[in-house]
């Protein structure tokens, strides 16, 4: 399909498998019970769900313990542990002029949690199917 693309053919695809469509299409359309909620490039797709940064920790041990630590920490809210194979993952958004994710690092640290990683995340093609179609999934 890539190569068809870059040769210049025009590729349509249906698919639900919305990681795909982000890595290999220019354009996107969303429909929902046969109405298009949104057509355009997947950039403009993620812009309209993009908001304050959102990063993901990674602690070791047990993760509520650290996420209480991010929701005394100022700038740090919608503090949520995000379940993975471990357990041990803490969603946070900052705000603020200049949000930095250093400090909410520092805060773990200090409040004796080990940190194993932290990183930006970012939106993706099925965060904004599900902003154009209100959540609602047929």
Known sequence: ?????RGGATVLISSHVL?????FCDRVA??????LRFAGTVPQAL???????RYRAVVAGEAERAAACLRETPGCYEVTVEADE???????????????????????????HRL????????????AFLHFTEGRVA
Do not use: C
């Open 1 to 5: 399909l890539q190569m068809l693309a």
């Open 19 to 23: 990681s795909d469509m982000e890595r």
């Open 30 to 35: 969303i429909l929902e019970e046969g109405r």
């Open 47 to 53: 812009a309209a769900v993009a908001g304050p940064p």
């Open 86 to 112: 471990r357990g041990r993952g803490i969603g946070f958004t900052l705000l603020g002029r200049a949000p930095d994710p250093a400090g909410a690092a520092e805060r773990l640290v200090a409040g004796g």
């Open 116 to 127: 194993l990683g932290l990183a930006r995340v970012e939106p993706t093609l099925a965060d």
